[in-house]
């Protein structure tokens, strides 16, 4: 993509967002407090996380990739459940694919 | 509760202390969260953006979620609209926050509310919503607001900036930063204790697999946004009484 088609998209993406976000301060609340949009707004975060999860652990372009990526993914996930902070968690899993790189490579 | 019946002093001294314990979690989340600044500054310029990109879409997109979604897509070669779709999909949430603080905030002119519309964000709705009453919760959304919008855009800028210097290992540590990085977003709504935990683990695994199965079929990017189908595979929470919000 050309610089300024990734311009386009930083700054069409940016508008859209503060839109949404204006949205909510200015539209009767009626018209957001529906089942489908609670529905949508509850559930779609998880759907579109664990999909972006999975496309930057497991694939590369339009392959699936088994690399030093899920490794690193799997430490994150023991780090989650023991409650580390968000920082000690991206250190970890960052350590585990470079460690992986180096020894593979 | 309790406050009613003590003497007029230290009622003083707990609202006092109410407004400094606000300030204070305010701040410091504010911290805690810009910290994540860095690994989406390093995810940005990994994905093809130059700094100045990443440091705009710190200041002018300013929600976190939607801002690694659109780098996700274009780092895995997503187009324009797969990128901007998915950034929209998980920036409608803050529609939502803004229904709720509208109340709240209750921002007084068009220069009040579209300026309050720039910090309606998971963080500040949370913490908004926590205090203990309203001059604390707009006290608390505007402090929790600047704190991150500094933090945010300082380390997304020292994040864009260090990516670039990065040796090959360096940048195999990023590769499994990034992924690491949406599992964190995407843990607190998978835990016993969040709303409809195991609707929402379904819908989860769900967006996983559908992401997998159409990565060699479909366009890059275009599986990200495809799995919100999973939504409706993984049917209808149960009515129960007193569910909580997220």
Same mark, same amino acid.
Do not use: I, K
């Given at each position: 993509m050309s610089n300024s088609a990734l311009w386009a998209v930083v700054l069409a993406g940016s508008l859209g967002c503060y839109l949404l976000k204006l949205a909510g301060l200015s539209v009767p609340a009626a018209w957001v407090e529906r089942p489908w949009v609670t529905r949508v707004v509850e559930f779609v975060?998880?759907? %579109? *996380?664990?999909? %972006?999860?999975?496309? /930057?652990?497991? !694939?590369?372009?339009?392959? @699936? +990739?088994?690399?030093g990526r899920l490794v690193g993914l799997a430490v994150a996930a023991v780090a989650l459940a023991l409650r580390a902070p968000f920082i000690v968690v991206l250190v970890l899993a960052g350590a585990a694919g470079a460690l992986v790189h180096l020894l593979a490579g | 509760m309790r406050v009613r019946a003590l003497p007029r002093v230290v009622r003083v001294s707990t609202a006092a202390a109410a407004r400094s314990a606000t300030l204070r979690d305010a701040v410091g989340l504010g911290m805690a969260v810009g910290m994540y600044g860095v690994a989406f500054g390093a995810a940005a310029v990994g994905a093809g953006l130059d700094p100045w990109q990443a440091l705009a879409m710190s200041a002018l997109m300013f929600t976190g979620a939607s801002q690694f979604a659109l780098v996700?897509? %274009?780092?895995?070669?997503g187009g324009a609209l797969a990128a901007v779709g998915s950034a929209l999909l998980l920036g409608s949430r803050?529609? +939502?926050?803004?229904?709720?603080?509208?109340?709240? @905030?209750?921002?007084?002119?068009?220069l009040r509310r579209t300026a309050a519309a720039h910090w309606v964000i998971d963080e500040t709705t949370a913490m908004a919503v926590a205090a203990p009453d309203r001059e604390l919760g707009r006290l608390a959304f505007w402090v929790t607001g600047a704190t991150i919008y500094l933090g945010w855009n300082a380390t997304t800028l020292v994040g864009a900036l260090g990516a670039g210097a990065l040796g090959e290992t360096a940048q195999a540590a990023l590769d499994s930063i990034v992924p690491a990085a949406f599992l964190a977003l995407l843990w607190p709504r998978l835990r016993r !204790?969040?709303?409809?935990?195991?609707? /929402?683990?379904?819908?989860?695994?769900?967006?996983?697999? #559908?992401? @997998?199965?159409? !990565?060699?079929?479909?366009?890059?990017?275009?599986?990200?946004? *495809?799995?919100? #189908?999973?939504?409706?595979?993984?049917?209808?929470?149960?009515?129960?009484?007193?569910?909580?919000?997220?």
């Open positions: 975060p998880a759907a %579109l *996380l664990a999909a %972006l999860v999975a496309v /930057q652990a497991a !694939t590369s372009g339009s392959r @699936l +990739v088994v690399d | 996700g897509v %274009l780092g895995a070669g803050n529609t +939502v926050y803004g229904v709720r603080l509208a109340p709240l @905030l209750a921002p007084r002119g068009w !204790t969040a709303a409809h935990p195991r609707v /929402q683990r379904r819908v989860a695994l769900g967006g996983a697999v #559908v992401a @997998l199965a159409m !990565t060699p079929v479909v366009p890059a990017g275009v599986q990200v946004v *495809l799995a919100v #189908v999973a939504v409706v595979l993984a049917g209808r929470p149960r009515r129960t009484g007193g569910e909580g919000a997220a």
